[in-house]
């Protein structure tokens, strides 16, 4: 099971590397990592997606709380939470393709933000759902690059982390 936890840290050098390496020391894998200064300049969030039973998401949480920068570990439920990612996704395009690229684009809600001769790059943002199905119809067209940022996630209504 894939849980997704909200780390709020000090905004300090070193913090990143002390938390991703208490993951690494027991063996547990990161499935998406991002990062970024809350609305406190002083504080970072850091989103990380983990893979493991209740048992394995209790002992990560209890870890985390043990660092001295770290200062709340929550667990954000998928159902309760609104999740987005980012990708970029370069595909191999000829005047006979753009306007097809284009029309999938469209369809899923995404832009084009680059045009070359030979290639078209498209911005996608959605859940992982969203993104793996506009890939997979961008396949047909041969993906010469692609980046995705890991999955950020914030609470649905009043409540926040």
């Known amino acids: 099971m894939k849980h997704t936890l909200a780390v709020l840290v000090e905004n300090k050098s070193g913090v990143l590397s002390r938390v991703a390496s208490l993951f ?7 499935d998406s990592l991002a990062v970024g200064v809350t609305e406190d300049p002083d504080i970072s969030r850091i989103t990380i997606v983990v893979h493991g039973d209740d ?26 939470a609104v999740e987005r990612e980012l990708a970029l996704i370069k595909v191999s395009a000829d005047v006979d393709t753009r306007a097809e690229i284009i029309q999938i684009a469209n369809i899923f ?23 793996q199905a506009i890939e997979k119809l961008l396949r ?22």
């Open 24 to 30: 690494s020391r027991r063996g547990y894998n990161i």
């Open 55 to 80: 048992h394995v998401l209790e002992q990560v949480t209890k870890q985390l709380n043990k660092l001295i920068d770290v200062i709340k570990v929550s667990d954000i439920g998928s159902d309760d």
């Open 109 to 131: 809600r995404a832009r084009i933000v680059d045009v070359a001769p030979k290639s078209m790059t498209v911005e996608v943002t959605g859940d992982e759902g969203k993104i």
């Open 140 to 161: 047909q067209f041969g993906i010469k690059e692609m980046v995705r940022t890991g999955k950020i996630a914030m609470v649905r209504g009043p409540k926040k982390v």
